[in-house]
């Protein structure tokens, strides 16, 4: 139902202004006349960039709200109810109005399947699940194993984003005290030394040179990495352009192993939850595809797809795509042969994950003295530069 922003009287000319649900224009005035408010403007409610972004509906709504819905399941009470006392009690008032909607057209007779896969905040894989569920008759344990499924990526990603925050913070801090070495600080030294009018070495003039032209051009660098930026990222939105990114990454040195697990760990926890849900084995891996993060992967694994349509198996087809190492395939084939590969997806998932925690803390270990090693060479050179100059103005032999 759409939300409307109005602005209304009543008799002693007390002004209000709000936002409220209806289902139109006139239905909205017809209720506030109701009410005693004589309506003076109504338009439909758009909510500006930075709002949308604050209240965006985000994976920890979506999994309070699965987790939520399983215990009101667990208690007893039917769907719909449920739907609707979550529609009343969530935080965000968007994530509201989107429960109403589904609690709405669950009372006009969809399934919840249909009603969640017109609201773009639940992912397909989300939407597949409720209703493989649905056929089975076993909403509430699915609704657990997607809210596990949902923790477990969750934790995996913020695992991710921890590990890198000091190096980023680390290189932010140094490039910012760089920066104001060679905006603010060399200049000044750089008019002493013009009026002294002695020669200076040969570092000190390179040192100058480049604060120079830091300090004149530094908005006009900035301007084209802005640009450069957001070019790149239109680019990267083009199927061309994505393709182009998605295989540099899995050519970089070093960082294209990290890369690789991190799809095979996601690809893994995927098809072993959809698995494990009584999901169809092509649904399965169609979506799993679909969630890697890679063109270049997921169209190689279009190779699996096919030759599970073929009748071929699992792990034929797996080997052929050339994107999991031999050792998966072998689980594979060993799960595929006692038949539990959903099992065997899951614990590929948690080796995986386990694999790239460790090896991004490898990364960051190695990072960190790094960034300080570099960041340390560029403040020696100006400090070795500047006394250069000095020692050379005051002619002190070194």
Known sequence: ???????????????????????????????????????????????????????????????????????????????????????????????????????????????????????????????????????????????????????????????????????????????????????????RFANIFKEMGEALPLPTLLLLYISSFISKAWWIVLILLVIGVYFLKKYSQTPEGKKLLDSARLKLPILSRLQLKIYISRFSRTMGTLLKSGVPVLSAIRIAREVTGNEIVSEKLKILEEGVRKGQGITVPLRESKVFPEVVLQMVAVGEEAGRLEETFLHIAERYEAETRSMIKRLVSFIEPAIILVMGIFVGFIVISMLLAIFSINEIPL
């Open 1 to 187: 139902m759409p939300v409307f922003v109005y602005e209304a009287v009543d008799k002693r000319g007390k002004k209000v202004s709000a936002k409220r649900e209806a289902p139109d224009r006139n239905a909205l005035k017809e209720a506030l006349k109701k009410e005693g408010w004589i309506p003076l403007h109504i338009s439909l409610y758009r909510p500006s960039k930075l709002d949308a972004l604050i209240h965006r509906i985000t994976t920890k709504d979506i999994l309070i709200f699965t987790q939520e819905l399983a215990d009101l399941l667990e208690a007893g009470l039917p769907l719909d109810k449920a739907i609707f006392i979550l529609s009343q009690h969530s935080e965000k008032e968007q994530f509201r109005e989107i429960l109403s909607e589904i609690y709405r057209d669950i009372q006009r007779g969809q399934s919840l399947s249909q009603a969640l896969s017109t609201h773009k905040c639940f992912p397909k894989l989300y939407v597949n699940m409720v209703k493989a569920a649905e056929t089975g008759g076993i909403l509430e344990p699915v609704l657990r194993r997607l809210a596990l499924f949902m923790e477990t990526t969750t934790q995996f990603k913020e695992d991710v984003i921890s590990a890198m925050v000091y190096p980023l913070l680390l290189t932010f801090v140094g490039s910012l005290a760089v920066g104001v070495l060679m905006i603010y600080v060399i200049p």
